[in-house]
């Protein structure tokens, strides 16, 4: 038995054993007392005229600023050129837009502070007290609306001829059937087959070049350097244009670096997708698909700006840090006969960001040969 | 031609020709070779034994008598054979080496301790341990001469390979373990082009044969016209974007919002 049930029992029994009243509702106790409202007290303002004409004087004299100021803001848009400049230490700044910056808002906090100065100083300072009342209308109005709403009803002769709501009824349904319909311009929906065809495949494909993204000049094999760093794309992306060009790009950007062989570890499933240490990854993050070349070439960490995530590309591309859930993606490359890389195949797995259909079975993970 | 003739046996014309087959050869090579000598990138041997004394004296410590390096649990000094001129002119002209101080996440810049000549010479010994990438010359990052289309098309190669590590403006920004891409700010033209050829510390390389001169050239007058540029958005913050944003508006933005509010409320001078 608790302490309270304890003590409210013992009460009770007290209550009815000797029949001494009991206040049900006794005052509450605090363990401070309320100290009530404060006593009102003039301010300077309110007693001394002097006190009083000098706050007039303040808020006048903020209020007389504005006008200089926003005459200021018309000169400088005039007057100063755009091309001048402030050159004052780290400060390398348009001196138009500041000028403008400033006078306009000066002008307006001078405003504002002079206000809340009348208000504190000058305005009248009597003290209201506003009681919380109930949210709720009262009875009469609620009563008023239910007769107008039952004499309504009435009047439509809705309940005598009841075709009438039924139809109507109907006709707001079948309002639905255009709103779900629309519904379809979400896009199309992610079968297998249409998930195949656009986020799971990009344009790399046997043969096709790996070239420098933006000048498309292709990367032979034989001009990269250990810790070298190539932000990549497929030659054939050059024949895109527009929203394919910038559709296609997402998916198909490519990191190739090149590592010394000997200290990294190359699986033996993927010893013939790499030249000489030379190994291609996708570009996009597992994560949420930020393209990713934070590169450090002494570590071979793969940093995604985003959240951190980090793929070791000495090591097939593994999380080694992050919420990233899958290794990066790597390009089976080699060399064509002319000595530049070429992709041997598209990437054996879908790159990007998860979905909620995408298959992880076939990433490699850790411990996978 | 009659009175050359008759004295082509004279004792002075064997001596006479001699002096004159010199003066034309001088002549030629004065002309034909190069005129001016840049004293860094072609090592005379004058300059690689220099080189070699200042090494022994200033380098060796960490990178071995002869540049092959060491790895001990205290000393990480690595192998210099074949990081080239432009390697050495880089970490030694920026600060960066002679390392004060070992075990640090990477080397800071710190003011240059040798002077250009002396310099030059430690890039031209070091040039001889093996091949490696050349100081460039002053025509390959003289960016004078660059149209408004490659410096756009600069500005497009410098946020695909740049950016992500150097910030959009070039800032700079953190890497992991206290490791950090440096602010190109302040960089000189021949700092960014070395540091592209030769990779320093985490950077990738992006040699001339992949990024070839003419990107370069254009990444270097993309960074100089978009520091050279007046914000006209006013206070640029550092251009680190979010973070000193953030801060700014909620230390200052707010905190004066606050401030205010508070003298709003506040009760005042009353005259009792």
Redesign the interface.
């Known amino acids: 038995m608790s302490e309270l049930e304890r003590s409210a029992s013992a009460g009770d029994g007290h209550a009815t054993g000797t029949g001494t009243e009991v206040d049900l509702h006794p005052e509450p106790q605090y363990p401070v007392n309320d100290p009530g409202h404060p006593e009102h007290?003039?301010?300077?303002t309110?007693?001394?005229e002097k006190a009083a004409d000098r706050a007039t004087r303040q808020v006048a004299t903020m209020f007389g600023i504005v006008p200089v100021l926003a005459i200021g803001f018309a000169v400088t848009y005039f007057a100063v050129p755009e091309t001048a400049?402030?050159?004052f230490g780290f400060?390398?700044?348009?001196l138009q837009?500041?000028l403008l910056?400033v006078t306009a808002g000066l002008a307006l906090l001078l405003i504002g502070i002079g206000a809340?100065q009348w208000a504190?100083?000058l305005m009248d300072d009597h003290e209201m007290v506003d009681y919380r009342h109930s949210a709720a209308s009262d009875r009469d109005d609620r009563e008023y609306v239910v007769t107008e709403l039952q004499k309504g009803t009435e009047e439509s002769k809705i309940t005598r001829r009841k075709v009438l709501g039924r139809s109507l009824a109907g006709a707001l349904v079948a309002m639905g059937i255009p709103l779900v319909v629309s519904f379809a311009d979400l896009g199309p929906w992610p079968t297998k087959r249409r998930r195949a065809a656009t986020i799971e495949t990009t344009i790399w494909a046997e043969g096709v070049r790996l070239v420098?993204?933006?000048?498309y000049?292709p990367?032979?094999a034989s001009?990269?350097?250990?810790?070298?760093?190539?932000?990549g794309q497929p030659e054939n992306l050059k024949d895109l244009e527009g929203t394919e060009l910038l559709q296609a790009k997402a998916k198909s950007s490519i990191i190739v670096?090149r590592m010394n062989p000997n200290t990294i570890q190359i699986p033996a499933s993927r010893q013939d997708w790499q030249v000489g240490g030379i190994l291609c990854y996708s570009k996009i993050c597992t994560h949420v698909g930020c393209?990713?070349?934070?590169?450090?070439?002494?570590?071979h960490?793969l940093?995604c700006?985003c959240h951190?995530s980090?793929f070791d590309l000495g090591n097939s591309g593994l999380v080694v840090?992050g919420p990233a859930a899958r290794a990066l993606p790597q390009l089976p490359i080699t060399v064509d006969n002319e000595g530049y890389l070429v992709a041997r195949s598209g990437f054996t797995v879908p790159v990007g960001p998860s979905y909620f259909e995408r298959d992880s079975r076939n990433d490699f993970k850790e411990g996978d040969n | 031609m009659a009175f050359l003739a008759a004295r082509r046996r004279h004792p002075a014309a064997r001596v006479l020709l001699l002096l004159i087959a010199l003066f034309v050869m001088g002549a030629l090579s004065t002309l034909l070779a190069p005129s001016q000598q840049s004293s860094a990138d072609t090592g005379t041997s004058q300059q690689v034994t220099e080189g070699k004394a200042l090494f022994t004296v200033q380098c060796s410590s960490c990178h071995g008598l002869n540049g092959e390096g060491q790895t001990t649990a205290v000393i990480q000094g690595p192998p210099l054979a074949g990081v080239g001129a432009a390697s050495v002119e880089f970490q030694v002209g920026t600060g960066r080496m002679p390392m004060s101080q070992q075990g640090v996440a990477q080397a800071p810049v710190h003011p240059v301790r040798f002077s250009p000549e002396e310099i030059a010479a430690l890039a031209a010994y070091v040039a001889t341990l093996g091949p490696g990438p050349a100081i460039p010359s002053p025509e390959e990052y003289d960016t004078s001469g660059v149209s408004e289309e490659d410096i756009a098309r600069g500005g497009e190669l410098f946020r695909t390979n740049c950016s992500a590590c150097h910030n959009f403006e070039g800032a700079g920004g953190a890497l992991p373990g206290g490791k950090y891409a440096p602010s190109l700010l302040q960089t000189s033209n021949l700092h960014i082009y070395e540091a592209m050829v030769t990779g320093p510390q985490q950077m990738p390389v992006f040699n001339d044969d992949v990024l070839r001169p003419e990107d370069k050239k254009a990444i270097i007058a993309y960074l100089n016209d978009l520091h050279s540029r007046p914000n006209q958005g006013g206070l640029n913050l550092g251009g680190l974007g979010p973070v000193s944003e953030g801060l700014w508006a909620w230390i200052i933005g707010i905190g004066g919002l606050i401030i205010f509010a508070i003298w709003i409320a506040a009760k005042g001078v009353k005259a009792k």
């Open positions: 007290l003039p301010r300077l309110d007693v001394d400049y402030i050159d400060l390398h700044v348009g837009h500041t910056g809340v504190r100083q420098n993204d933006i000048t000049v990367i032979k001009d990269l350097e250990i810790g070298q760093l190539v932000n670096v393209p990713i070349s934070l590169w450090e070439q002494q570590t960490h940093l700006p951190q980090t840090f």
